[in-house]
């Protein structure tokens, strides 16, 4: 099992930047991959990112490349995702996942095995 926390989610203005924090407890020690995805009201939950153990090798969704960054430290069992240039298409609430793989950086959210509680982020005008 491993456990996920997020954290640094808020309101923000179009064009601000926010940084979210995600902290993984348990059965951290073999490699695995860890992703970002969000999902608006309404909506179905969506891939944001994705990034392998030794951070490596990243993905992004497209209307995110260029504006967000992804890294971890996996010796300290930390990811993050550094949001620059929001926009309001960005609110949602966030989550960081696990998945008990290092070889594919998955984008479908069935894929992954472990959620965190999710993190809401608000961009207005």
């Known amino acids: 099992q491993i456990q996920l926390v997020e954290s640094g989610g808020g309101l923000v203005q179009t064009g601000d930047s926010l940084r979210l924090s995600c902290a993984a407890s348990?059965?951290?020690?073999?490699?695995?991959?860890m992703g970002w995805f969000r999902q608006a009201p309404g909506k179905e939950r969506e891939f944001v990112a994705a990034?392998?153990?030794?951070?490596?090798?990243?993905h992004y969704t497209d209307s995110v490349k260029g504006r967000f960054t992804i890294s971890r430290d996996s010796a300290k069992n930390t990811m993050s995702l550094q949001m620059n240039n929001l926009k309001l298409d960005d609110t949602a609430v966030y989550y960081c996942?696990?998945?008990?793989?290092?070889?594919?950086?998955?984008?479908?959210?069935?894929?992954?095995?472990?959620w965190g509680q999710g993190t809401q982020v608000t961009v207005s005008l």
């Open positions: 996942a696990a998945d008990r793989q290092n070889l594919i950086l998955h984008t479908n959210f069935y894929d992954y095995d472990y």
């Open positions: 348990g059965r951290t020690s073999s490699p695995y991959v």
């Open positions: 990034i392998n153990w030794n951070g490596g090798s990243t």
